[in-house]
């Protein structure tokens, strides 16, 4: 169930819109993000994950920060965090 909903949610941008409707599929505005090559929905940006976790770690946590494997970047819709 959990991989259905964040199809819907984060690959076919169906999540709900203010309305309770499915975003794209009801007329949601799409535009280009030419960093992750798709359309995302319009007040979207994208982001890497590791933006959003404090600098402050201890252990190894983020040690391969350095070396650049975490950037990954997903679409995110900042007005929401």
Known sequence: M???LYD???VQFDFPDANGRPYKSSGGK???NP???RDTPERWDDAALIDFIE???S???GKNLLKG???KKYSV???QI
């Open 2 to 4: 959990a991989k259905t």
């Open 8 to 10: 819907y949610w984060f």
């Open 30 to 32: 799409m535009v280009y």
């Open 35 to 37: 960093a992750l090559k």
């Open 55 to 57: 600098s402050d770690k």
């Open 59 to 61: 252990g190894d946590w």
């Open 69 to 71: 494997t975490i950037r």
């Open 77 to 79: 819709c900042v007005e």
